[in-house]
């Protein structure tokens, strides 16, 4: 039975709330939080973002074939999520802790922290985007499934834009180190929590065919041969690069161009919001127009609104404000489609090959989307200080430039790019339907 529950939905999709929490903070506020309360400087955190960041995306494919081998009472991909969920919350609060350490122990303290949680991350998240593609074998679920998901991302996103910062001075009052160890901790402990629920919500009901044997090499011939997947892949990453430069941005943008701090958590948190918004008709908006078209309209509308941001001077408000909804509201269905997308990838190549390797085709798009986060981190931190930035100081004409080329340019041309990327994605709706009778029938 191809049905899925809303129940199991919900539950599920809980999971992706504990994934927010943690992705929302690195793209949102973990540079902010390493110049500004930590201690490092720009390029040190480029220099480790780049680093740590492209190591660990190269775990995850390795985590995908692990997860594809896994056979447990559980499933494959499903058992992960319990084994994993404490060192998960562990990880949060140790990465938000600033120890009382010299400049050289910050840094080795700051590597070995962010690397362990970027390998929990990896550990538990491949195995549950994973469950997208084995939830049901129908693609009208899966994208029902996947925009429920980024119903619960978007949700944790508000949560932490609009929180963090009143929490982090609530809690640690003048100390504001103190601030983010407290109220990541009370994140961490929701983050466990809702994982538990996840894993004992969900189920695991499109099985890999047992009369084909998978090996390594089989699985990596099929995945560059899959030239669906090849494309996703390509647009993850430029989509990845534009979402971290802007994200990791914005606090620099309202600290230090529009000189309204105060307000950079309820502009990320209103940007949410209408990404929420725009999340709720995907599936429609898809059956009308497409996913491929859909997705191309929505990066088309990015790209401009984020140019907007160039023209907008720090007595412009109502402009920046009404250029960030429009942004949020297009940025809503691309996440759903995206995954949606990447699980017909999985069926195209079960049915060309008759080996289904859904961990390992997942785990490579988050490799591409870990790479895209890492590179858009590297850039923005290496921009910053290239310009000039120093922390916690009035900044020259140039560092302002660099901050206010962060949030506008640069993001919107990667966008187009990746809107360009998609007119070679050649797995339409039909043959995607198509594909899902014929595997139905070869049971």
């Known amino acids: ?194 994982f538990l629920i996840s894993f004992f919500s969900v189920r695991e009901r499109v099985k890999a065919d047992p009369a084909y044997k998978s090996s390594l090499k089989s699985d990596l011939k099929d995945l560059m041969g899959n030239k669906p997947w090849i494309i996703l892949f390509l647009v993850s990453l430029s989509c990845l690069i534009y979402i971290a430069i802007r994200s990791a941005d914005i606090a620099y943008f309202f600290k230090y161009y529009l000189n309204r701090e105060g307000q950079m958590g309820t502009f990320m948190a209103i940007g949410t919001v209408f990404v929420l918004l725009g999340v709720l008709p995907t599936k429609w908006l898809s059956s009308i ?8 309209i929505c990066l088309v509308i990015i790209a401009f609104s984020s140019f907007a941001f160039y023209f907008a001077g720090p007595e412009d408000i109502v402009l920046i404000y009404a250029a960030q909804i429009i942004f949020s509201l297009a940025s809503g269905p691309t996440m759903p489609l995206l995954w949606s997308m990447l699980a017909d990838t999985a069926d195209y190549s079960q049915w060309k090959n008759g080996r289904r390797a859904t961990g390992l085709i997942y785990s490579a798009a988050t490799f591409a989307q870990k790479t895209g986060f890492a590179l858009g981190g590297v850039i923005v931190m290496s921009l910053l200080s290239w310009y000039g930035f120093v922390a916690d100081q009035p900044q020259p004409e140039s560092s302002i430039q660099g901050i206010r080329l962060a949030i506008s340019i640069i993001p919107g041309i990667i966008a187009l790019f990746s809107a360009f990327l998609l007119i070679f994605y050649k797995l339409n709706d039909n043959m995607v339907l198509n594909i899902e009778k014929e595997l139905a029938r070869r049971k």
């Open 1 to 194: 039975m191809s049905k899925v529950t809303v129940k199991e939905k919900l539950g599920f999709s809980m999971g992706e709330y504990s994934s927010s929490i943690v992705w929302q903070t690195l793209m949102f506020f973990l540079p902010f939080f390493y110049t500004d309360t930590f201690g490092l400087t720009a390029a040190s955190v480029a220099l480790m973002f780049g680093v740590v960041r492209i190591f660990d995306a190269f775990t995850d494919p390795i985590m995908g074939m692990i997860a594809d081998r896994t056979n447990t009472r559980w499933g494959k991909f499903r058992p992960f999520i319990l084994w994993f969920a404490v060192p998960y919350g562990l990880g949060i609060v140790l990465m938000f802790t600033t120890p009382g350490f010299s400049d050289a122990g910050k840094i080795i303290y700051a590597y070995i922290t962010y690397s362990f949680m970027m390998v929990i991350y990896t550990a538990i998240m491949i195995p549950y985007n994973s469950m997208i593609g084995v939830i049901s074998p129908n693609p009208g679920e899966r994208t029902s499934v996947s925009s429920y998901k980024f119903v619960f991302a978007y949700a944790a996103g508000f949560s932490v834009q609009l929180l963090i910062i009143p929490m982090v001075r609530k809690l640690g009052v003048d100390d504001a180190a103190k601030g983010y160890q407290l109220t990541m901790g009370i994140f961490a402990f929701i983050s466990v929590v809702f």
């Open 289 to 296: 127009l497409g996913k491929k078209k859909l997705f191309i």
